[in-house]
């Protein structure tokens, strides 16, 4: 259709029809970003006494859940989405309308709404959201460095101790570990210095216990004994293949690193050539699989038609590691948090009737465990899981959601319905009081201070660094 309606136009025409989507873009950013706006303002009323603000699930976070499950995306990301919509909607609402309008690119939005984030005072932000809205459009090109420079410009000028200062101390260290591709992973992050050092001058030291046959670069032998140290190695394991290495006695045993890789029997015996999946990281090559099942302790899955439903809260080994093999990650619409993170929950409460059988149980972050425990009932959000792990959601709002288990797309069989049992499906409502709950003191954590007290105390201390920075090294700096 598209390629029928551009083939008669001119080069000229076919640009205009290039801006003319990228206004539409903008536009339907804002009306997004809006729309999980209003959401919070009309959840979010009257709350003010409610005992659930000081809840770690509060009323914010059961709208996340909404907007997230809409959107297909995580929590975190429709929290954002709905801390941009409220701003647009009540700090900066021209810059609003200019993206509503498509004059301006969200990212230059994006910008704003951080750097004026300290700005408290009513008339101050009308006057900066006035000038905001009247330049933004020129910034369209800049890059974000730029742009940054351009807003704290004005905002110094209206509100020093608004100016959002760039500030890296050692509460900042993070360690992050993302997929690759074709097997590989990516590792960033920021550690104190010393501990830098410290893990360079390891690798360099682990790098150099391979004898000169090894056929690695240095470097793939420095990414190589991130592994050996992990595993509590002490040297390389060389790949020369000369029996008579010099480094071949220096390899240490493996420590009691644990990962779970899932295969086909076939692949494992050199039968097949299917790939493995790593959750979290995707597929890796059949021969991968094979290197590393030959130094692993291999279990058997069991298949859903051997299991059965059993008499306790808990299941079994073999039951819980098929539910998290099945489902892989948390199975709340729009949520991706990996199945070793999560609880195994009863779809229907056992103290309501649930058996713990494949077709009653699931995977659940913590998060969203909690927000299917105490925002439940016939105001909250409703399940219900079918024999082959599909399963089904009703929000609040009534907007209904389907999620599908992660593992049958790579093993179809997992698929396979674990047998029926009779299932009443009834409104979820809070778990019950069995005995031999693992979560039995599951109850919901409390916040020490609201979410709002929290947003107020983080901006008055942003705010005070700022004013004393000030007050030591007044202008001209």
Request: charged share 25%; net charge neutral.
């Amino acid at each position: 259709m598209f390629d029928t309606r551009l083939g008669g136009l001119t080069e000229a025409e076919v640009l205009a029809e290039m801006a003319s989507a990228q206004r539409a873009e903008r536009t339907a950013v804002a009306r997004r970003l809006f729309a999980a706006g209003r959401l919070c303002q009309l959840r979010m009323s009257g709350v003010t006494e409610d005992q659930r603000l000081n809840w770690c699930i509060d009323n914010w976070e059961a709208v996340a859940a909404e907007v997230g499950a809409e959107l297909g995306i995580s929590r975190r990301r429709a929290s954002v989405q709905m801390e941009h919509g409220l701003a647009l909607l009540e700090r900066l609402p021209k810059l609003g309308a200019v993206l509503a309008a498509g004059d301006v690119e969200f990212r230059v939005v994006a910008v704003a709404l951080f750097r004026t984030a300290l700005i408290t005072d009513p008339d101050l932000l009308a006057t900066i959201d006035t000038a905001l809205a009247r330049n933004a459009p020129g910034w369209n090109a800049l890059p974000q460095r730029r742009i940054a420079e351009c807003i704290d410009w004005r905002v110094r000028e209206l509100d020093p101790a608004a100016e959002r200062v760039a500030r890296q101390s050692k509460t900042d260290r993070h360690i992050e570990i993302g997929p690759g591709r074709d097997g590989l992973a990516t590792v960033w992050g920021s550690v104190q210095a010393p501990d830098a050092a410290a893990l360079d001058r390891r690798l360099d030291q682990l790098a150099a216990t391979v004898c000169p046959g090894d056929s690695r670069t240095r470097q793939q032998r420095r990414a190589d004994a991130l592994s050996a140290l992990t595993a509590g190695a002490t040297a390389l394991r060389c790949d020369c293949g000369s029996p008579n290495c010099p480094a071949a006695d220096t390899t240490a045993e493996p420590g009691q690193i644990v990962i779970h890789l899932i295969a086909e029997a076939d692949t494992v015996s050199g039968r097949g050539e299917s790939p493995g999946y790593l959750p979290g990281y995707g597929h890796l090559p059949a021969d991968d699989v094979r290197e590393l099942a030959s130094r692993a302790t291999i279990r058997q899955l069991v298949r859903p038609e051997q299991l059965r439903a059993e008499p306790g809260y808990r299941p079994s080994r073999a039951l819980a590691e098929f539910i998290r093999h099945r489902d892989l990650t948390c199975r709340f619409p729009g949520c991706d948090v990996p199945a070793e993170f999560c609880d195994i929950d009863h779809s229907v409460p056992r103290s309501r009737g649930g058996a713990t059988h494949p077709s009653n149980l699931s995977l659940r972050c913590r998060p969203h465990h909690l927000l299917k425990t105490f925002w439940a009932g016939a105001d909250g959000w409703r399940e219900k899981l079918h024999p082959d792990g599909t399963m089904e959601w009703i929000s609040p709002a009534g907007r209904r959601y389907t999620t599908t288990p992660g593992g049958v797309i790579f093993f179809p069989q997992l698929a396979a319905p674990a047998g029926h049992i009779d299932l009443r499906q009834t409104e979820v409502s809070p778990a019950g009081d069995e005995r031999d709950s693992p979560y039995r003191g599951l109850m919901m954590p409390l916040r020490r201070r609201t979410r709002a007290e929290e947003r107020a105390a983080r901006i008055a201390w942003e705010r005070g660094l700022n004013e004393a920075r000030w007050a030591a090294d007044p202008p001209p700096f």
